[in-house]
């Protein structure tokens, strides 16, 4: 199992269980802040089947088709370039894997100003893409059977602002093909 963005890293000790001692959960965070805080977790809770590497989830230090599945929880929309970390993805996944991702999505595009507003892109909004264009990049980096399993209104959560489309939590399933 590979986490993109692993962060705090409580995904990937969740997912060590899943796999057991016979299988492997790699991290992978851009921060060596989250990297230490990880390792010393790694230790603290006595678990060998988990590691974590520093590196950027548009260039994977991950050997090609390596990967059984891919999970990320609220990464992908603060990348730049989304094509490049969907590529990666499947350059990374064996053939028949799978990823699935939590992220924020949106129906509709955010005004320029909003866009170039830092502040909204740290708080995990502006990053954000249309739905439809985000599976778009998935597909055309040639993953298949996508599916948009569940969407959550982020109404209520995030103020909605003039410019702003509606904004949705949503749990996002392809595979690689075989």
């Given at each position: ?29 851009m ?23 520093r ?40 053939p ?30 502006t ?52």
């Amino acid at each position: 199992v590979l986490d993109l963005g692993s962060g705090g890293v409580i995904d990937c000790f969740l997912a060590a269980r899943q796999v057991g001692e016979s299988g492997y959960v790699i991290g992978v965070d851009m921060t060596p802040e989250m990297l230490m805080k990880a390792n010393a977790n790694k230790v603290k809770m006595g678990v060998h089947n988990v590691e974590f590497r520093r590196g950027q989830i548009e260039a994977l230090p991950v050997q090609d088709s390596s990967i059984d599945v891919i999970m990320s929880n609220c990464v992908i929309n603060l990348s730049p370039n989304k094509a490049d970390v969907f590529r990666e993805a499947l350059r990374v996944l064996k053939p028949g894997g799978r990823i699935s991702i939590s992220d924020i999505v949106t129906e509709g595009e955010f005004s320029d100003d909003l866009r170039a507003d830092a502040a909204k892109w740290a708080e995990c909004v502006t990053g954000a893409i249309d739905a439809n264009l985000y599976t778009g990049m998935m597909r055309e980096a040639g993953f298949t059977d996508i599916q948009v399993v569940d969407k959550a209104d982020a109404e209520g959560i995030v103020e909605r602002q003039e410019g702003m489309p509606r904004i949705y939590s949503a749990r996002i399933t392809a595979r690689k093909p075989e």
